[in-house]
């Protein structure tokens, strides 16, 4: 397996690589507008949310740069592709312009390939007609690594923008030796997302030396500010 290279290539300043994400059940709409505030503040690319507060998140990140990316299926992947899709619509409809779906897990570890494919198609296609960016999350922590290499190639046949290692809810988050290994299975012209405990500056260059073009946190704001970022 090779990395990308030994750090050299990393920027200093690391808040376009990330989305400000807040998943947490019991996020309140306070807790949504500080993330937009900060989001704007710090120059990140996206705020990711529930699909219930995207419409908030759009309406907070209008005339700015930050991106809206809502999670769809989350956390488990366990909703029907009909499902998916029709949520994926509702939340581009709603101003997402990112979308970060989780596979059917299941599914792939049963050797149905063709619905897995079918279900991300099905959310890739619904982001492709509003030009909408679609990142296919594979809970690394619950697959071998023939089914991380075979997820992450479904996703890229699927024609999704990123493949992204974890939730933050499944049994592990991102690794550096799971971005270098999705990043193989895609090659280069693909999106590498890491997400998953990630809270340190080191941690994040890391994982982007390893091959991730986008960090999933909640602790953006730590990350940047040891990196010199804004603030």
Not at 45 to 58: G, H, L, Q, T
Not at 128 to 153: H, P, Q, T
Not at 173 to 198: Q, S
Request: hydrophobic share 45%.
């Amino acid at each position: 397996m090779s990395f990308r290279g030994d750090g050299a290539d990393v920027p200093t300043d690391l808040a376009g690589f990330i989305d400000h994400t807040l998943l947490r059940a019991d996020a309140a709409a306070a807790d949504i507008d500080r993330m937009c505030d900060e989001a704007r503040r710090y120059g990140f690319a996206a705020v990711c949310v529930n699909p219930s507060w995207i419409k908030r998140v759009a309406t907070n990140l209008r005339g700015s740069e930050v991106v809206a990316c809502s999670v769809v299926g989350f956390p488990l992947g366990a909703h029907s592709p009909v499902i998916k899709a029709m949520e994926a619509r509702q939340a581009i409809r709603e101003g997402a312009r990112e979308i970060d779906m989780v596979i059917n897990i299941g599914a792939l570890k049963s050797g149905d390939y063709q619905l897995v494919e079918r279900d991300i198609a099905g959310v890739t296609d619904a982001c492709r007609e509003a030009g909408a960016v679609c990142k296919v999350i594979i809970e690394a922590a619950m697959l071998s690594d023939e089914e991380k290499v075979v997820a992450s190639r479904i996703a890229k046949r699927a024609k999704a923008d990123f493949v992204k290692t974890s939730t933050g809810f499944g049994p592990g988050g991102a690794t550096v030796y799971d971005v270098a290994l999705m990043r193989e299975a895609v090659g280069p012209e693909m999106g590498v997302k890491a997400a998953g405990g990630i809270r340190t500056r080191k941690e994040a260059e890391e994982l982007i030396a390893a091959g991730a073009t986008r960090i999933g946190a909640s602790a953006g704001i730590a990350i940047v500010s040891e990196s010199g970022g804004a603030g």
